[in-house]
């Protein structure tokens, strides 16, 4: 355990959980050697995710009662944080922490004051990397991923991924516009400046919104290579376009576009935050 007086709080988001959430409690547990706390923030679980945490005497367990999306439940398991942690690791249950990945995180934040969010590569459990750092979306980017008809006429800057990262994956860290929250690493003390997740939005894109907001305080957001967690990677909302995730979905994306005054192109917002 480390002596050093780095602490990180992991506030990990549990709904219907069971199938996870042991193997990722027990992955920080074995393979984090930093001083740490874990908070499992639960939105009203139907199996038994809570009884496999209450199996844990020193995992606190916050229980809301009902599903009360990403937001709401992240930031409660926030505040609950202990005052001596310096980072709040935001973590998906379906997630398993690798050996070394978070010390190699906090001393990329210890080198360079100016990053208040860090996110390590993802992986499927094939091995596969994952796409989990993009571009700032456009509306049209995202439409053209239901319509043919905007894909036909390619309205707006359609590509988001990081397709060049093969260039980049020897460097210490490189810069991106926002990476999904599956597994952040945050500065507690830039998160107390740019604030906490909106909770006007319920389940997405809550990410990309507190991704532009740490931007537009000044502070970076950095992808950080040779790291590794393993993401099984739930994308709730596309299994059935009609629940009510997927209609959250559309509808948090078209809140995000009004809050940040911009639809179509990237550039304006780049000018703006200095990108």
């Not at 193997?23 to 009884?51: A, F, H, K, P, Y």
């Not at 319920?202 to 950080?224: G, H, Q």
């Not at 790291?227 to 299994?239: A, C, G, L, N, V």
């Amino acid at each position: 355990m480390d002596e050093g007086g780095t602490m990180i709080s992991f506030v990990i988001l549990t709904w219907n959980s069971e199938k996870y959430i042991g193997n990722c409690i027990e992955s920080i547990l074995e393979n984090v050697m930093l001083q740490n706390e874990v908070i499992v923030v639960d939105n009203g679980s139907q199996d038994r995710t809570r009884e496999i945490v209450k199996n844990y005497e020193n995992v606190v367990l916050v229980e809301m009662g009902s599903n009360m999306g990403t937001t709401v439940s992240r930031n409660e398991g926030i505040r609950r944080s202990s005052r001596e942690s310096k980072y709040i690791c935001i973590l998906d249950s379906d997630t398993v922490v690798q050996s070394g990945t978070f010390e190699r995180l906090v001393d990329v934040f210890e080198k360079n004051e100016d990053i208040g969010l860090a996110v390590p590569f993802m992986f499927y459990a094939d091995g596969r990397r994952q796409n989990s750092f993009k571009k700032f979306p456009t509306l049209f980017q995202k439409l053209s991923k239901l319509s043919p008809v905007a894909t036909m006429y390619r309205w707006g800057e359609k590509d988001e991924s990081y397709d060049d990262w093969e260039s980049d994956r020897n460097a210490e860290f490189f810069d991106v516009d926002y990476a999904i929250s599956a597994c952040w690493l945050i500065k507690k003390h830039a998160l107390e400046r740019v604030g906490l997740f909106d909770e006007k939005i319920f389940y997405s894109p809550e990410d990309v919104d507190l991704c532009l907001r740490i931007w537009k305080n000044k502070y970076r957001v950095v992808a950080v290579p040779k790291t590794r967690i393993i993401h099984h990677y739930q994308r709730i909302s596309r299994k059935n376009p009609l629940s009510r995730m997927a209609v959250e979905h559309l509808r948090g994306l078209l809140y995000y576009f009004n809050k940040h005054g911009y639809y179509i192109s990237r550039k304006k917002l780049y000018r703006n935050i200095g990108r």
